[in-house]
């Protein structure tokens, strides 16, 4: 069993759909959580950073950690079509080397 | 603007011949990594380097090699010896422990 899970999709919504994205760990000693997005062809990029249990809002999109379940979100309102990208979720314990899911297709449909 | 550059963007190799990609950041982070990032397979660390002059193996090292000898600077060599060069390679930095990852734009290179 691999220390996160991500299912790769892909996922396809509509335009305006609520997205949810999910990832499941397995190290507890997991408490620095983070989502990218990557479109394609073109590095990830930072959306949210997290630390410990808890929601976390920008903008559209709103994080969530759920420590007693090993298990984090990420939400998104209103979704675009700019919304399509593969998001990845990674996770640290506090050492130098973060752990990264596989990642999430998303495709957004006009 | 701070970040980190990788160049090239495209790289295109005969086979049997070494390449080097380029990762330079002027985040002042003290670290650095590489990873490749095949399809269907996520992001794999090749190196890594926590500070100037030290690195320390990845999951996926062999036939590859790098060097810290500028805070700012982490080139990545692919040798001949890498049986399956040909891949997306992302050079990310941690200003520290804990933190969260930046990354480059990535170098795509093709061995033919």
């Known amino acids: 069993q691999k220390e996160v899970e991500q299912d790769p999709g892909p996922l396809s919504v509509p335009e305006g759909a609520i997205v949810s994205l999910n990832c499941t760990y397995s190290?507890?000693?997991?408490?620095?959580f983070m989502w990218y997005r990557q479109y394609s062809r073109k590095g990830p990029e930072l959306l949210m950073y997290?630390?410990?249990?808890g929601n976390k809002e920008d903008g559209r999109f709103t994080a969530q950690v759920d420590k007693s379940s090993k298990y984090i979100s990420l939400f998104i309102r209103d979704s675009q079509p700019s919304d399509s990208a593969t998001y990845l979720c990674?996770?640290?314990?506090?050492?130098?080397?973060?752990?990264f899911g596989r990642g999430t297709s998303l495709i957004v449909h006009p | 603007d701070g970040g980190i550059t990788q160049s090239p963007k495209y790289l295109f190799r005969k086979e049997g011949q070494n390449v080097t990609l380029s990762c330079e950041q002027n985040l002042n982070h003290d670290a650095m990594y590489w990873y490749r990032q095949d399809p269907g397979q996520g992001l794999r660390l090749i190196y890594y380097?926590?500070?100037?002059?030290?690195?320390q193996k990845g999951d996926i090292a062999e036939g590859y090699s790098v060097s810290r000898e500028k805070k700012e600077s982490f080139p990545l060599t692919v040798t001949s010896a890498q049986k399956n060069p040909t891949a997306f390679y992302l050079c990310a930095s941690l200003r520290d422990r804990g933190t969260e990852a930046f990354f480059g734009q990535g170098t795509r290179l093709t061995v033919v």
């Open positions: 990674a996770m640290s314990d506090g050492s130098y080397i973060p752990t």
């Open positions: 190290n507890s000693a997991f408490q620095y």
């Open positions: 380097s926590q500070i100037v002059n030290d690195f």
């Open positions: 997290t630390y410990s249990s």
